[in-house]
Each structure stands twice: as C-alpha cells, then as structure tokens.
C-alpha cells in the first residue's frame, strides 16, 4: 500500500529547531523527487524544497535559506527536513510529496506531484 508519512512536528519556541521526517513504503521511493511544502494558517501552500532522487537540493524557498537544511536515506525510504532558527512565520502544516517528474523549469510544482502525506504541524510561538 502507497503510503507518505510525515512526522517530527510540535511546539517550539522561536529560534528553536525542529526535525522533521517524511517516510514512504509501497513505491519504487529512490526513482522518486521529493518536495517539502507547507501551508499557514489562512494562506495557501507554498513550496519550500525539492530533492533529487541521489539527495542534492535543486530549489528552496528564499525565506528557508540558510536556516533549512534537507536530506534523504533511500535505504530507509525517509527524507529529512531540519529546521533552524524557527521564526513565528514558520508556523504551518509541513507536507511531503513524491513525483517521478523533473522540470528544471518547475521543480517539485506542486500541482505536479503524484503521491502526498497528510502533514505534520509545526508552531512556532513563546
């Protein structure tokens, strides 16, 4: 059974770090490009990174630069998203998406992908 499941998220306080982890079961996971997106309260979804099957970041979302750092395991099927310096801003739902497609145009668009999770919740707030 495809499966996508996303984890890590919860309560921290500004300037605080959050790993989160996307694991998937039931697909062919190490052919597959992942992008993290995430969506706030009352905006819409935005993309925040896309990962290569072998691992390399090929786009992130300025606001995340420098403060997000991602990473995958095909042997484990999971792709990692660590997050620094959290900022009130940085709250949202975190989700993780799968595509076997590469546009060098439109990495990971997200109304490309094939297979979502459900999300995790990350809020950043004292």
């Known amino acids: 059974q495809l499966q996508i499941v996303e984890s890590g998220g919860g309560l921290v306080q500004p300037g605080g770090s959050l790993r989160l982890s996307c694991a998937a079961s039931g697909f062919a996971f190490g052919n597959y490009y992942i992008g993290w997106f995430r969506q706030a309260p009352g905006k819409e979804r935005e993309g925040v990174s896309c990962i290569s099957s072998g691992g390399v970041t090929i786009d992130s979302a300025d606001s995340v630069k420098g403060r997000f750092t991602f990473s995958r395991d095909n042997a484990k099927n999971t792709v990692y998203l660590q997050t620094n310096s959290l900022k009130p801003e940085d709250t949202a739902v975190y989700y993780c998406?799968?595509?076997?497609?590469?546009?060098?145009?439109?990495?990971?668009?997200?109304?490309?992908?094939?297979?979502w999770g459900k999300g995790t919740l990350v809020t950043v707030s004292s």
């Open positions: 998406a799968a595509t076997r497609f590469y546009d060098k145009l439109r990495p990971c668009p997200s109304d490309g992908m094939e297979y």
